[in-house]
């Protein structure tokens, strides 16, 4: 939700206008879809990544602001709290090198960010939740400047009329109540962007759902929130908490939860966003003078900014998008299911494994929501959430098994095949997916590293912080040398 927006007051009228706007937009979506509108045959890919800014020590430090001053570059912007930034890679077509030229260029981007965060005595650090994050970091003064990052933290806990409170129980179990969202800053993702057709949006879609326990065990970095250790993507369950606008009342009834994995399979994008506006209601009224159905009578292409932002307030971990670029709208899907870092590498091996799978499995026969029911897939999600690397996944035709052979066995050569329907070259797909194959064949993630190396260092340290902060230091020069983590040395 990356819009600038002014500090205000939203009124019943504000949210009565705002609904009606909503819905007309929504038509005129429908009215686009069924004209066939909507840009096909341009296979892109984006890549978002978020990071923290911390010290020597890998403990969290609030100089967004000063540190984008220095970058100087409107591919980095501001993230919800002064410890956090984000990098938008441009666009690439689907084929050939691109994950190699994508490896460059973001670890270019990185190398300059990292430069110039060292001249403020800082890093930029690429994990999905820091080991050393302590309470004092993530309060509301501590929230981005940006005055949107305020009214939202103002209207979720408004909506829910209470503190937020975050309950996750993993090895160890952690409870604590808070007054602001500033907590969920502490889950830092990779996002993955795949521009798709309206006629193949809902097979896209389905099979990102489908892909995410494998992409959550293959990749899972977050073992630890607070000094604790939890569940091995600790993210996941964080940030559905920590901006859940429904009290414990509205969560017995069944209300939907604004970050939510969804309910069932979909036949259409319209299904997607039917469902936001249905469901979920608006966070951030704000009303624009755009008339879409004028836009659309005359030849424009409507901008559709309210359900745009409304879609933006609502967490789906694969999320539609609707976006205008070169003049012509276009539909994508928004994988967020992902945690940041460990390296460059890493994450680019993460995202060819995500992109062969969504064209592997959209070409299954029987196509894959025949094979395999919903609740399965969401239960697959939350258990490889907890348990990564060592999670038991259930697939049609294997039955439950560990997701380190599902992943060798089943899922790696779907991905394979995918990347050749792509036209990536062989080189690339090799490289990048025998990262995974490594990861899955040694059961060793950026999440399993933490674990290991911290528990190696907790039995000869003076105390529990020092080993998590020695354990962070050596994550810290693991990931600048953009070496797979399931090469780094475990710390004796």
Avoid at 183 to 196: C, D, K, N, P, R
Avoid at 378 to 385: E, G, L, M, P, S
Avoid at 389 to 414: H, K, N
Wanted: glycine content about 6%.
């Amino acid at each position: 939700m990356g819009r600038d927006i002014e500090e205000i007051r939203f009124t019943r009228e504000d949210r009565q206008r705002y609904r009606e706007k909503v819905k007309a937009c929504l038509e005129v979506l429908r009215r686009m879809r069924e004209a066939e509108m909507f840009e096909v045959g341009r296979k892109l890919i984006g890549v978002e990544v978020e990071f923290y800014v911390v010290d020597v020590d890998g403990e969290p430090m609030m100089i967004n602001a000063e540190l984008l001053n220095r970058i100087e570059s409107e591919d980095f912007q501001t993230e919800l709290a002064q410890f956090n930034i984000e990098f938008n890679l441009a666009p690439h077509k689907l084929n050939g090198t691109v994950f190699r030229e994508i490896e460059e260029e973001l670890e270019t981007s990185f190398d300059h960010a990292y430069r110039r965060a060292e001249e403020l005595d800082a890093k930029v650090a690429m994990v999905g939740v820091i080991p050393t994050l302590r309470d004092l970091h993530v309060t509301i003064q501590n929230l981005s400047a940006n005055p949107r990052y305020h009214l939202l933290n103002e209207q979720i806990l408004e909506a829910r009329g209470e503190d937020l409170s975050v309950e996750i129980e993993g090895q160890e179990k952690l409870a604590l109540k808070m007054s602001s969202i500033a907590m969920e800053a502490a889950a830092t993702s990779v996002q993955l962007h795949l521009q798709v057709s309206p006629q193949g949006f809902a097979a896209a879609w389905n099979a990102a759902q489908a892909a995410s326990a494998a992409q959550v065990a293959a990749g899972a970095n977050s073992p630890f929130l607070l000094g604790k250790e939890l569940w091995r993507e600790t993210r996941i369950a964080l940030f559905q908490q920590a901006i859940d606008t429904r009290s414990e009342e509205l969560t017995a009834q069944g209300v939907r939860p604004r970050v939510w994995f969804g309910e069932r399979w979909i036949d259409d994008v319209m299904d997607l966003f039917d469902e936001n506006v249905r469901y979920f209601p608006a966070l951030l009224p704000l009303v624009e003078d755009e008339d879409p159905a004028t836009e659309l009578e005359r030849g424009a292409i409507p901008r559709l900014p309210e359900l745009v932002l409304h879609n933006g307030t609502i967490w789906r971990w694969n999320r539609p998008v609707y976006g205008i670029a070169r003049g012509k709208p276009h539909l994508r899907v928004e994988n967020r299911v992902l945690p940041a870092g460990p390296t460059m590498v890493d994450i680019v091996a993460n995202a060819a494994f995500y992109f062969g799978l969504i064209r592997g499995l959209t070409e299954m026969d029987p196509p894959l929501p025949r094979q395999l029911s919903f609740q399965a897939a969401h239960d697959n999600f939350f258990r490889a959430a907890r348990d990564g690397i060592d999670s038991e996944l259930f697939w049609p035709g294997v039955g439950e098994v560990p997701a380190s052979e599902l992943i060798l066995r089943t899922l790696l050569p779907i991905a394979h095949a995918g990347l050749d329907g792509w036209g990536v070259d062989r080189r690339d797909r090799d490289h990048y997916l025998g990262i995974i194959e490594q990861r899955a064949l040694k059961r060793l993630t950026g999440a399993s590293w933490q674990v290991r190396s911290f528990r190696n260092l907790l039995d000869r340290a003076d105390s529990r912080d020092q080993a998590i902060t020695e354990m962070t230091r050596q994550y810290l020069i693991g990931m600048r040398s953009n070496e797979p983590v399931h090469t780094w040395p475990i710390p004796r």
